[in-house]
């Protein structure tokens, strides 16, 4: 059976088995097998951003075309001696299934097959003709456990050259994990915030933590994710004229959207509306806020959620920057992403 278990694949990944020309990597933790995804092509050494030897396919492109996933490992690649093929956001889709399991039947000579899935069920379907096969390999990838957010956090701290008091560790971990993208945007979110210090303390970690409860932060925050631009420019200059810093709001910010790009991926790669995402959500949405989270769900896809997250990364680095202009720049960076909110409800 070509399976490992989830505390065994990332030292799979260190060293692949050049044996295995079929890679599925599959669970609940969205952000995590996207995470491991770009490990396993990384460690290809073909150049990521060449379409001549790295295709990038949706699971649903591959359902809609059938044996398109089949035409494409047995292209003879022109400039390289084998090219990569990446399906993302695969699910239950059967034309993706049937060519696994032609593909497993008569291997590609000259191509590798990548695939990112969510939490499939075990026996049936894709993971089913996976595990079953000689060429190919299943890597489940489930919420990070505390040793895992260890190395989460300081693959980060490394990267900024920061360090963390124990305190602060301890503190952080409680409010990380369920989902890799969401945990490493938690900390890479901190780091931001302190940015210029060489040690995050526990004062840092109650800034960041303590930002959701006040009202303004919801009432703020919600303006911007419902598109109502009065009520956004209200809550937020009775947040400042309160003496609360900017920075909180972005914070608040930050932390809704990256909640919600799971669920919309969630949403995107399992097939599932809105309502039903909303209502299984960890940790749960409060119920007075589900429609509202629901709506937005609707509105924005994973890519101007991206788009949305970036401007406001960006926000909080020039306004550690320039402090003296921090309300300004928070407020241009959520009026921005409310008028886009409005934009994309008109659409809809």
Request: charge should be neutral; hydrophobic fraction near 40%.
């Amino acid at each position: 059976m070509a399976q490992k278990k989830g505390y065994e694949v990332d030292s799979w990944l260190a060293r692949p088995d050049p044996a295995m020309g079929i890679i599925l990597l599959y669970g609940p933790d969205r952000g995590l097998v996207a995470e491991r995804a770009k490990t396993f092509a990384t460690k290809t050494g073909l150049p990521l951003d060449d379409p001549f030897s790295v295709v990038k396919l949706d699971g649903a492109e591959v359902d809609r075309d059938e044996g398109r996933l089949l035409d494409e490992a047995r292209t003879v690649p022109m400039f390289s001696d084998r090219r990569l093929l990446w399906v993302r956001n695969a699910s239950g889709q059967k034309a993706l299934a049937d060519d696994i399991k032609a593909l497993t039947a008569e291997p590609a000579r000259d191509a590798v097959i990548l695939i990112e899935a969510g939490d499939l069920k075990k026996g049936t379907g894709l993971r089913a003709i996976v595990e079953a096969a000689g060429n190919a390999i299943a890597l489940p990838c489930y919420a990070d456990e505390a040793r895992d957010l260890d190395t989460v956090i300081d693959d980060e701290l490394r990267k900024a050259g920061m360090s963390m008091t124990l305190d602060a560790r301890q503190a952080l971990r409680r409010n990380l994990g369920g989902d890799r993208l969401a945990s490493r945007g938690e900390i890479e979110k901190l780091v931001l915030y302190a940015h210029g210090k060489k040690e995050i303390d526990l004062d840092d970690i109650d800034a960041m933590s303590g930002d959701v409860s006040g009202a303004s932060f919801d009432d703020a925050v919600d303006a911007v994710l419902d598109g109502k631009v009065g009520d956004f420019d209200t809550a937020f200059t009775r947040h400042c004229q309160s003496g609360g810093h900017p920075f909180l709001l972005l914070s608040s910010a930050m932390r809704q959207l990256q909640a919600i790009q799971v669920m919309r991926g969630q949403m995107e790669t399992g097939g599932r509306n809105a309502a039903s995402v909303v209502a299984g959500a960890r940790p749960p949405v409060f119920f007075s806020r589900r429609k509202l989270v629901e709506k937005t769900l609707e509105r924005w896809n994973v890519e101007a959620l991206g788009r949305a997250l970036n401007r406001l990364h960006t926000a909080v680095l020039q306004t550690r920057k320039r402090p003296d202009l921090s309300e300004a720049l928070a407020r241009q960076a959520l009026l921005g992403i409310a008028v886009e909110s409005a934009r994309l409800g008109q659409r809809g």
